[in-house]
């Protein structure tokens, strides 16, 4: 229970120790079911550990050797059939291009592995990474126990990851060691900073490969993508001079871009507020915060005693915007658009405290 909720996972489930079947199977291990959680109950994945089977049909001979692990599961492929082609049709009548079911059961691969030579640190630092990359839309799996970096290329040679993260005992303050198997160089990445890293690498290799992330909810069309090049030289990198460590221009590049994009892509979630008033009084507003009540104050007495009022309904409207956004479970805006319906101005206004 404390990995699932430590993997973050949302859905329901079920503890039952006296409802196994085949028990012999799974002794001393676990046994599952995924079931559709409607009226019928239908059961369409089964299965379980099968560490005790396989020890009890494994030759003697082998008793030398490692004790063999494993999962297995029985899948009814034509209940999630079906489950599919309902919810094909029904997003069939979307209308959102980027959320299309097509994209949606496109198969992906596995772009980081998170690994760590500290069986602790792989199961508690490790998890929780796993668990924001996850949520972030990056592809990743946990490694198995390694203890050195060389191991764990021998172990997935074959698994073509993006790049390995190192997680050690100090990575919260220090940050993480990222190698690049692609291009067998070596990162030092802050904690705040890895997972922006990570999407601009992932989103570089399905920009060169030609392929798409069908989980990430935006994704670069061919003109965005050209035009994104175009951008590269708008980037200004201000180094400091006390820095030792050497700056990857490129990275920073796609990581300040992808970074602006993600941030005006946001702000279009923020809600309008049409009003009524002069452009000059559109623009004091503007330079006016929630927080500060004297800037408020300023723009409501340098207006005319017959706006005054007015003036003080529309802090009223954007104080309840930003009320309205902090009350829900996620803030899904952090500001607004105000909008000036006598001119046809309009301005951009920061929801936050």
Partial sequence: MTYLQTFGVKRKIYIKPLSSVHDKFYRGSILFQCIFDSKRRDVFAAGGRYDRLIQ?????????????HAVGFNLGSDRLRSSMIDYLKAKALSKDSETSAESYWAARRCDVL????????LRTTGVKLIEELWSNNISAELAVDASSLEELLVKYKDSNHRCIVIAKQDSKERGFKVRNLMRKEEFDIRTAELVLWLRSEVQARHHREGTADPRQSRQLSQQEALAFQERANDVRILVPQHRSKKTNRRNIVESALLSAREVAENARNGPVAAIDTRDDVLDAIRDTRLSDAESWRSVIQNAPLTERKYLSQVHELLTDLAVENRTNDTESYTN??????RTGSCVYYDLGP
């Fill in 336 to 341: 607004a658009f105000i909008y000036n319906y």
């Fill in 114 to 121: 998170v690994a760590s030579f500290d069986p602790t640190v």
């Fill in 56 to 68: 009890e049909f494994s030759p003697n001979v082998l008793s030398n050797l490692p004790q063999a």
